[in-house]
């Protein structure tokens, strides 16, 4: 918990209920999203998409839209610099990584991938002239599931590699087929994740400028990582980082989707520095739906080994991820494989994860990124060797759980753990609903519906890499924080200015909160992974208590005392036992004598520090949801009653914004359970790319979620903290697929796949009964 005594922290700042300043201007309108930003002179981009999901190009026919009212520029790849996109980091030097174009070359991998962009003085130019734009398509023969695309005869959709296979990433321990050969009992699952959109309220966009006298190009984003941005630039097209400034203002959502650097960013900078015009794309909601990566996609075979009484002996699993048409990132893959043991010790372990291409979308991050795939797997399976032994799931549970005495605790992945109590999670979980009264009499609730309860336990790894902090105490005692995360609605600002003020012992409204732009000189990663309180939050606790032991010593020297006798509180220093009044110095003085030369020299120099911080592993969050669902065997119809969810994300810097999260995350996560889907025909058309056609959940198709915490701080961090973005997304779905199962058990139906449509769970009532006769 770091080496500052309680006594010290001083304004209380830290799991205070504070509202998020910030947005009030968002509530009000009053945001400023890339599509609200103007600029003289601004052009505008309509790109031309490939219709087809995998087609040579044979003829781009540009000369009538060049022709248009209002065009400045019709560009194809040949206009532009040949380098990819970004610079997706390969697991190895044997992958078979291929980053997307900015604009097709020769041949088209998916459906929507951009091959001419046209630039006018209007959004409406812009689109009549790309309507004037001719392309000859040579189709070819398209594969979209990732099972069909590692078949013998599937066409090769980058035939460099001669496999459509980029990566297979494979770890564990021991020997597995001999604890499978001593298991007494075996479970094994089929298990197909569907693919999802991140469907951000904001769609995709961009704005850049060129200076010339500068040299500088400028560009508002839709983006995590600003300075994923600014490098992938800076690399395209030639121009050095330290002349590219890239801001990212309001982001109206980002879930993992917005953490690509998206070809369309390229060419619009592109066409700023070329055309020394602004020049902004705003993609349509429709557009969108094509461009935007997405996510979960696999196919899972998976087996748990375990003896008579319930002890697990070994996991095996392999999973195949679909990649969509590029890599861009095998981050969600390395995830599933160092994760799948869950929260439980399972000593022998074979987990191999393969990214492989089809003509799709690209995929990549969305709000958990490979946790959930994984916790899905385990506790399915868990909930399934329950069944084969007969025993409760919540029993096998508790007796495999990692038992806190073995933090920190390394799983049969190789991945470190580094605290929790899964127990006690689980146990508090249970104080939600009667489950010892949860016999066959629950099953038939008064309006018919079948009413089943499930559970999934989950572990949330975050605050993985470095993040950067830095804190300026400025010539009126005022304090600035500058963060390398990048906040989308998960309100840093108010966060990370309730560390500062807690432990500099300053007044809350004192701290001024900077992050996400390029140009402020201190560089970042960006948000992803849940990383930002313990890992940002974590950057900024180091700087502030660097900060404070240098202003204490000034305050000392000023009040004539020892530093260890100065304590700071509601922005003033003070000695203890000493009333404040009497004896105190303000941080604007301290501040002002900090740089005066009347000060002893070793203790001169401006209040200010910056840190690169690294936690070296991962704060483990975890938890237990709990699901009650009632589900209508007329109509198919799930409905999640009670959504329930124990917590644990160490210190909770501030618990309204923790509750907001998991909202957040439950909401997301019973989406993806009940009916959300990111569809392609055989063809590889996107058939559910509209709002109309992919389902999300409606307010009034949830619960009002229930939490509860449990407290097990981090020791990688000086404040205790662990993530807690992504919980709602990991353990929602299990869960409210245990209470279906449960409660589709009447029906003889044992097992069943997301999404949860009324359709296929009424067609699975169907299927059951027509097996077993009674129809
Ligand atoms: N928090 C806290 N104490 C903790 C942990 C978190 O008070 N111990 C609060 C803080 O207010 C913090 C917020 O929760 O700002 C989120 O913290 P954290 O779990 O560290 O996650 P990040 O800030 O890194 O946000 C990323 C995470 C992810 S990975 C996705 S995806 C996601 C999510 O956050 N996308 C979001 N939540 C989102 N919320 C909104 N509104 N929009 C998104 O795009």
Redesign the pocket.
């Known amino acids: 918990m770091g080496d500052r005594t309680p006594s010290e922290v001083t304004a209380g700042e830290i799991g205070s209920r504070r509202r998020?300043e910030e947005n009030e201007r968002l509530i009000q309108g009053q945001g400023q999203y890339v599509a609200d930003l103007r600029v003289d002179g601004m052009l505008h981009v309509a790109f031309v998409r490939s219709d087809y999901a995998h087609a040579r190009l044979l003829r781009i026919e540009t000369s009538d839209a060049a022709q248009m009212p209002g065009v400045h520029a019709v560009l194809t790849s040949a206009d532009l610099p040949q380098s990819p996109t970004h610079a997706a980091v390969p697991p190895s030097p044997d992958t078979h990584f291929v980053a997307p174009p900015p604009l097709a070359r020769s041949v088209v991998h998916a459906v929507g991938v951009p091959i001419v962009a046209v630039v006018a003085d209007s959004e409406a130019h812009a689109v009549d002239a790309a309507a004037r734009v001719e392309i000859e398509y040579e189709p070819l023969p398209v594969v979209t599931e990732p099972e069909a695309a590692c078949a013998a005869d599937a066409p090769i959709i980058h035939p460099e590699f001669g496999t459509n296979v980029a990566f297979t990433l494979r770890r564990g321990k021991g020997d597995v087929d001999a604890a499978f050969a001593s298991a007494d009992q075996v479970a094994t699952i089929r298990m197909s994740i569907p693919r999802l959109a991140g469907v951000?309220m904001e769609p995709l966009g961009i704005l850049a400028t060129w200076d010339s006298s500068t040299e500088t190009l400028t560009a508002w984003c839709t983006t995590?990582s600003p300075w994923r941005v600014r490098d992938a630039l800076a690399g395209a097209l030639g121009i050095s980082p330290e002349n590219i400034r890239v801001i990212a203002p309001h982001?109206g959502?980002?879930?993992?989707v917005?953490g690509p650097v998206y070809p369309e960013y390229i060419v619009t900078a592109h066409a700023a520095h070329r055309l020394g015009r602004p020049v902004r794309w705003i993609a349509t909601r429709s557009e969108d739906f094509r461009v935007t990566q997405s996510s979960r996609e696999a196919v899972a075979n998976a087996s748990l080994a375990a003896t008579r009484d319930g002890r697990f002996l070994a996991l095996r699993a392999k999973v195949t991820t679909n990649l969509g048409a590029y890599a861009n990132t095998y981050g969600t893959a390395n995830r599933i494989v160092t994760l799948m043991t869950g929260a439980y010790d399972i000593p022998v372990a074979s987990v191999e994860v393969s990214g492989v291409y089809t003509n799709t979308t690209p995929t990549g991050?969305?709000?958990?990124?490979g946790r959930p795939e994984a916790a899905f797997i385990i506790e399915r399976l868990v909930e399934l060797m329950a069944e084969r032994l007969k025993c409760d799931p919540l029993e096998l549970r508790r007796l495999n759980f990692v038992k806190p005495d073995r933090f920190p605790y390394q799983n049969a992945l190789g991945t470190t753990y580094d605290s929790g109590y899964f127990a006690e999670a689980l146990d508090r979980a249970l104080s939600f609903v009667d489950y010892a009264q949860l016999g066959d009499e629950r099953r038939f609730s008064d309006s018919q519906e079948v009413v089943g309860v499930g559970f999934a336990s989950y572990i949330e790894p975050?605050?993985g890499g470095w993040e950067s902090g830095r804190v300026r105490v400025e010539p009126d005692g005022r304090v600035t924080a500058f963060s390398g995360?990048v906040?989308?609605?998960?309100?840093?600002a108010?966060?990370?200015a309730q560390i500062i003020a807690d432990r500099l012992g300053v007044r809350f409204e004192d701290v001024t909160v900077r992050q996400g732009d390029t140009g402020d000189n201190l560089p970042g990663i960006g948000?992803?992974?849940?990383?930002?309180?313990?890992?940002?939050?974590g950057a900024l606790a180091v700087v502030a208590d660097e900060v404070f032991e240098k202003a204490r010593r000034i305050a000392a020297h000023l009040l004539e005392a020892s530093p260890e006798d100065v304590v700071a509180r509601s922005g003033r220093f003070s000695i203890v036992g000493v009333e404040a009044g009497a004896r105190s110095v303000s941080w604007q003085e301290v501040a002002t004598a900090a740089t005066s030369d009347k000060l002893p020299a070793d203790l001169r120099g401006e209040l200010d520090a910056r840190t690169r911080f690294d936690m070296g592993r991962e704060a483990f969050?975890f938890g237990t949801c709990v699901a009650v669902v009632g589900l209508d065997p007329a109509t198919g119809i799930v409905r999640v009653r009670r959504l329930a969810l124990v917590h644990d994300?160490?210190?909770?810097?501030?618990?309204r914004?923790?509750e907001?999260?998991l909202h957040?995350?439950l909401a997301q996560g019973a989406g993806e359970a009940l009916g959300e889907w990111l569809r392609f025909d055989s063809s590889g058309q996107l058939v559910s790319g509209s709002l109309m056609d992919y389902w999300m959940p409606h307010a009034n198709d949830l619960p009002s979620f229930e939490l509860a915490e449990t407290i097990t701080p981090s020791p990688l961090n000086r404040?205790g903290?662990?993530?807690?973005?992504?919980a709602g997304?990991i353990a929602g779905p299990p869960a409210i697929l245990h209470a279906t199962i449960d409660a589709l058990r009447v029906f003889g139906v044992r097992s069943i796949d997301f999404p949860l449509t009324p359709e296929r769970v009424w067609q699975a009532i169907q299927d059951a009964q027509k097996y077993s006769g009674n129809q």
Not at 487 to 492: F, L
Not at 649 to 655: A, H
Not at 721 to 726: I, L, N, T
């Open positions: 998020a951000p995590q982001v959502g980002g879930f993992g917005r991050a969305y709000r958990g990124a975050t605050g995360s906040p989308q609605g998960q309100d840093h108010t966060t990370f948000t992803f992974g849940s990383r930002s309180t313990a890992l940002g939050g969050a994300c160490g210190t909770s810097i501030n618990p914004f923790v907001a999260q957040g995350g404040l903290a662990k993530g807690v973005g992504e997304t």
